[in-house]
């Protein structure tokens, strides 16, 4: 098992930024992957970033050159840098955790981000 826990969200105005953590335990060292997804209020959650075991990373067009995704594999901790924040970035935002060859997937229990105009 995986156990995710999200931090860092907050209220900020438009064109602010914030730093997300995910913070990972348990059963990380097959870990192939880790990302973030958000869900806005009646909307579908949708991907946002993609960071793998080997550190390529992969970004949703709506964030590219935004957001940043990284990680401190000392900590066991993901995050990603959120700058230039949109109102349409208000969502909670989730960290999922991936084990490819299982199938397996673990979920944190989100955290919010509200982005005023």
């Known amino acids: 098992q995986v156990q995710l826990v999200e931090s860092g969200g907050g209220l900020v105005q438009a064109g602010g930024s914030l730093r997300l953590s995910c913070a990972a335990s348990?059963?990380?060292?097959?870990?192939?992957?880790m990302g973030w997804y958000r869900q806005a209020p009646g909307k579908a959650r949708e991907w946002v970033a993609t960071i793998t075991s080997g550190g390529s990373t992969d970004y949703a067009v709506s964030v590219k050159g935004r957001f940043t995704i990284s990680r401190d594999n000392a900590k066991n901790t993901m995050y990603m840098q959120m700058n230039s924040l949109k109102p349409e970035d208000t969502a909670v935002y989730y960290c999922r955790a991936a084990k490819l060859p299982t199938g397996s997937y673990y979920w944190g229990q989100g955290t919010q981000v509200t982005v005023s105009s």
């Open positions: 348990g059963s990380i060292f097959d870990i192939d992957a």
